[in-house]
């Protein structure tokens, strides 16, 4: 042996590591590499060879320079200048050896000669030269649904305006242009020493409608990534940092993309694309603020939406009545969803609508200034007794708790929680020691606070029921024993003498 290195390369070996490979990669290597270069043509041609498994694959280019390094055809990771350019594809020095390791001869021949991979496992060298340009020849392994493959393949590249690429004579064309945005993204670069580096760089970002029937891709460089499944086709005109495969991205780096195109496109979107996953990614992007967020909301959810507000059922309800998207708390993301809220994106129910509540939120105020039991008046003690009753005989409460008192508000009546309360300052004194006078007033608040038993909501259904029922028990417990109810023969003596 010439030299002793320390590695050797296996073509067997290569070739049995990307043969699972589906065969659309080689056409993507093959144009990669011409669009690295200073070239304005790239012309593929194949053919299916005669009686035979195989195909003859060519890739012509003008680039005045031909091959660089005629040696890098057949060296493996050797470096490549193209590591330093974030704006080349090129990374590894691999690509073509893997198109190479496919091939069971192949031919490239360039400005500064012609390199030829022999059936026989051998390459030898040939002085033959182009004026220009290089010249890729291979014979691959393909059935026809690979060849189908790589023509549509060919069909899904995004054209570079700097370069004809053909395909047995068919241009490649591109699909409508939706806009395009400059924005900084993570990328690669290689430092002094050729090592491979994180950075951040400013970019253009190229979208696209997808034709009929095509999936949205992430594209780097106009090679196809990876399937997104978003609204558009995106085109990151830098190294985008790919995995050892490079068919994928990280989902962090995917976020931050899907976040600036969202920035980008929110004014253009369509019911569609506004719906889909990728917008609630992007909502968590860190960019995606402020009028993106506003109008991505009213694009989703119209202009009449809310917040679901779990402290307050009764204001989800009201808005809901009133044509509003009450928006679940599970749409979003807890991240996303104080995002919406922080800028105006949607407010919460209840603070749309709030429900008026009888006491204060604040756990540090008193309820409200009670009434001791020795200043109840003699009505106010006949109506606590019939409470106490009723919600024994119906079934609401043993050992009801009743409590009188004087809040500031007086927009309420009755209220129900740990006790009844009656609110004295709302009904006066008066209403109590008159009670008998107004008997179905009195039996309606009555039933309107216990049907509270288990049902805060107004508007829940559960609610409605509980009123219904128990309406439907106080009349059947008055009908069978009224006679029994503290008091209330008072009722009855007015019901004569009016009659």
Not at 446 to 452: D, G, K, N, Q, V
Request: hydrophobic share 35%.
């Amino acid at each position: 042996m010439a030299h002793n290195t320390w590695f050797t390369a296996s073509k067997d070996g290569l070739r049995k590591l990307v043969e699972h490979l589906p065969r659309k990669f080689v056409i993507f290597e093959l144009v990669q590499n011409v669009w690295d270069e200073e070239a304005t043509v790239c012309e593929i041609s194949m053919e299916r060879i005669a009686g035979t498994p195989f195909v003859r694959l060519i890739c012509r280019d003008d680039n005045p320079e031909g091959f660089a390094n005629l040696e890098h055809a057949y060296t493996i990771w050797a470096e490549s200048s193209k590591k330093k350019d974030p704006t080349q594809a090129g990374r590894f020095n691999e690509g073509e050896k893997k198109v190479l390791a496919l091939c069971r001869s192949a031919e490239i021949s360039s400005t500064k000669g012609t390199i030829l991979f022999k059936e026989d496992g051998k390459r030898t060298t040939s002085s033959r030269k182009t004026d220009a340009g290089s010249v890729f020849t291979g014979e691959l392994r393909m059935t026809k649904e690979q060849e189908r493959e790589v023509i549509e393949a060919f069909g899904a590249l995004l054209p570079r305006s700097d370069c004809e690429t053909t395909l047995n004579g068919v241009r490649l064309s591109a699909p409508e242009t939706v806009c395009d945005f400059e924005v900084a993204l993570p990328t690669l670069y290689a430092d002094e020493e050729g090592n491979l580096r994180p950075t951040k760089r400013k970019t253009t970002v190229q979208v696209f409608e997808p034709r009929d029937g095509e999936v949205a891709m992430l594209y780097e460089l106009g090679i196809p990534v990876v399937e997104t499944g978003d609204r558009y086709h995106v085109n990151v005109m830098q190294k985008v940092p790919l995995n050892r495969d490079r068919d994928n991205v990280t989902p962090k780096y995917l976020r931050t993309l899907r976040g600036a195109v969202l920035i980008a496109t929110v004014d253009a979107l369509d019911e569609d694309g506004v719906d889909g996953k990728w917008v609630d990614d992007a909502l968590a992007d860190e960019a995606v603020e402020g009028d993106t967020v506003r109008k991505t909301m009213e694009a989703r959810h119209g202009k009449k939406r809310a917040m679901y507000d779990g402290s307050d059922l009764e204001a989800n309800s009201h808005l809901t009545g009133e044509g509003y998207e009450v928006i679940p708390r599970g749409a979003y993301s807890s991240e996303v969803r104080n995002k919406i809220l922080e800028t105006g994106g949607a407010s919460k129910s209840g603070d749309l609508r709030p429900t008026p509540k009888p006491f204060s939120n604040d756990p540090n105020a008193p309820i409200m200034e009670e009434i001791p039991f020795e200043e109840w008046t003699e009505g106010m003690r006949e109506v606590a007794d019939i409470a106490r009753h009723l919600s024994e005989a119906l079934g609401v409460r043993d050992d009801l708790l009743v409590v009188y008192g004087k809040p500031k508000a007086r927009w309420w009546g009755g209220a129900w929680g740990d006790a009844l309360y009656w609110n004295v300052t709302s009904l006066g004194a008066k209403w109590f020691d008159h009670w008998h006078q107004h008997p179905e007033a009195f039996l309606s608040l009555l039933i309107h606070e216990f049907a509270h038993k288990g049902a805060p909501n107004h508007l829940e259904d559960r609610y409605h029921k509980n009123c219904t029922r128990l309406a439907a028990a106080v009349a059947m417990y008055m009908c069978r024993s009224a006679h029994a109810i503290p008091h209330w023969g008072r009722v009855m003596e007015g019901q004569d003498s009016a009659a």
